[in-house]
């Protein structure tokens, strides 16, 4: 009887045990559960305001005494009042209705005024606000709408360009300006050119002193100027500078290349065609245009580098029927041959090499003072 007490006393202990168990795990999953909540509602994004996004931790409308259904005249009308009010001019501490306020409050005061009025009065802003607002569990979407938007330039990006192109093709036609008068005031000291100006212009009529009397006589400083300027002007118009100093042109700027680059793109597509349907489908000859077009492609020159060759030079790559290319490697190799050939016997190479041996860069020599 005895151990059946006793067996009775252990089951009831033990059944005491195990409910408190029960309720400390209970209690511990609602203190977790508790915690939980308290941080989820500690959030920033719980409310949707957040420092360092629009008006912070105030909503914009209520800064402004607005409603969200306010158009665009309330919104101004309650900014002007409130800047007024609280600009930093024309604020007055101690007059009635600013009880309280401090110039440093005021100008906190003024600056969310302005922010919130900036927030607002543009569409774009107001709706990424808004829904901000109605979505506050976006945490992220909102800094990535609010950063990329005040990081976007405010200038349209099409004007940017516009301008940018503009101010370079200005540069392209100044300076390919500048390198034509170089090459023309090159070609004004070279005797040759000089002396062929001056036979042209004194045929035209253009350098014959006559005797000047009175008022009209000029010095002979007056005289030289409008020579020279004549012959200028005559080879101007006589010689055909091409390559790189070619008298420059308003279509070959940037702006213009790219306002005529669909036209171009249309003639080089059609001139292509042609040239597939007229030279590889129906095995037609090549014309001289077309061998120069072959030469030029080969010697991988751009048209302005070939134009810039002399006239014999091209006739001799004709001669040579460079366009096709096995001539052309052939060609080639051969001018290799003779470079290397004159490079060995050239005593102005051999005294080049003789310095590169004995006395050129990267070698160590001890000069005795």
């Known amino acids: 009887m005895v151990g059946s007490r006793f067996t009775e006393m252990a089951a009831g202990m033990e059944r005491s045990r195990g409910g408190g168990a029960g309720c400390t795990r ?11 909540l308290l941080s989820v509602s500690s959030l920033p994004a719980a409310s949707g305001l957040v420092d360092g996004l629009y008006c912070g931790t105030e909503i914009c409308y209520d800064v402004l005494g607005v409603s ?4 665009k005249l309330d919104i101004a009308r309650a900014y002007r009042q409130l800047a007024r009010r609280y600009h930093p001019d024309r604020f007055r501490p101690g007059e009635p209705g600013y009880e309280g306020e401090t110039r440093e409050s005021a100008h906190t005061k003024f600056l969310l005024i302005a922010t919130a009025y900036e927030t607002l009065k543009d569409e774009d802003t107001r709706r990424d606000y808004d829904y901000m607002l109605d979505h506050p569990e976006e945490y992220y979407q909102h800094y990535y709408t609010y950063y990329r938007r005040q990081l976007t330039p405010k200038v349209d990006v099409r004007i940017v360009i516009l301008v940018t192109i503009c101010a370079i093709s200005i540069f392209q036609f100044y300076s ?20 062929q100006a001056t036979e042209i212009a004194k045929q035209q009529g253009l350098l014959n002193r006559s005797k000047e009397k009175g008022k009209n006589r000029r010095s002979k400083e007056e005289i030289r100027e409008q020579e020279e300027e004549v012959i200028r002007d005559i080879i101007k118009t006589k010689i055909d500078i091409k390559g790189g100093y070619q008298k420059p042109n308003l279509s070959d700027i940037l702006l213009c290349q790219m306002v005529l680059f669909p036209y171009y793109l249309t003639t080089y597509l059609s001139w292509y065609a042609s040239w597939i349907y ?6 037609e000859e090549y014309g001289e245009e077309e061998k120069v077009y072959l030469i030029r492609r080969n010697m991988k020159m751009s048209q302005s580098q070939f134009d810039s060759l002399e006239e014999s030079s091209k006739q ?27 490079m060995a016997t050239d005593p102005r190479m051999k005294r080049y090499r003789r310095w590169m041996k004995n006395e050129g860069p990267g070698r160590l020599t001890f000069i005795d003072d």
């Not at 209970?26 to 939980?36: E, F």
């Not at 500048?178 to 070279?190: D, K, P, Q, R």
């Not at 001799?316 to 004159?342: A, G, P, S």
Request: net charge positive; hydrophobic share 35%.
């Open 278 to 283: 007229r030279f590889t489908l129906c095995r």
């Open 176 to 195: 390919w300006h500048s390198s034509y008068n170089e090459a023309i005031n090159y070609l004004v000291t070279v005797p040759k050119y000089r002396i």
């Open 26 to 36: 209970t209690g511990k999953s609602w203190w977790r559960l508790a915690v939980l």
């Open 316 to 342: 001799t790559f004709l001669e040579k029927r460079l366009w096709i290319k096995d001539n052309y490697e052939v060609h080639q190799k051969q001018q290799e041959e003779e470079m290397k050939v004159k």
């Open 68 to 71: 969200r259904e306010a158009v």
